[in-house]
Nanobody
């Protein structure tokens, strides 16, 4: 049984930065799609960023492109989301999600279908 452990959520002022981490355990295959989704109260869940651990290809949601960067460690078990120039509209619960084994990040993954999820970490950005 796989497990995802997230950390890094916090409260920050607009314009600030945060880094989220997500470590996967119990997924022996190094080929994974891992990434982050977020959901704010009253809003639909949206894909924020994802990375295919096999080749490092990345995906970013339109609202975060240019501000957020996803990366992985050499062991391909931890992904990081560096969030810069944070805005109040980035306020949400951020969930780590994984599909494994997976050579790439599929449309199904980006739609949230078939993913395994972490417990979520709160990011609050105040103006």
């Amino acid at each position: 049984q796989g497990r995802l452990v997230e950390s890094g959520g916090d409260s920050v002022q607009a314009g600030g930065s945060l880094r989220l981490s997500c470590t996967a355990s119990g997924y022996p295959d190094s080929r994974k799609c891992m990434g982050w989704f977020r959901q704010a109260p009253g809003k639909e869940r949206e894909a924020v960023a994802a990375i295919a651990t096999a080749d490092g290809r990345t995906y970013y949601g339109a609202s975060v492109k240019g501000r957020f960067t996803i990366s992985q460690d050499n062991a391909k078990t931890t992904v990081y989301l560096q969030m810069n120039t944070l805005k109040p509209e980035d306020t949400a619960t951020y969930y780590c999600a994984i599909q494994a084994p997976s050579q790439y990040c599929s449309n199904a993954y980006l739609s949230g279908r078939g993913n395994s999820w972490g417990q979520g970490t709160q990011v609050t950005v105040s103006s």
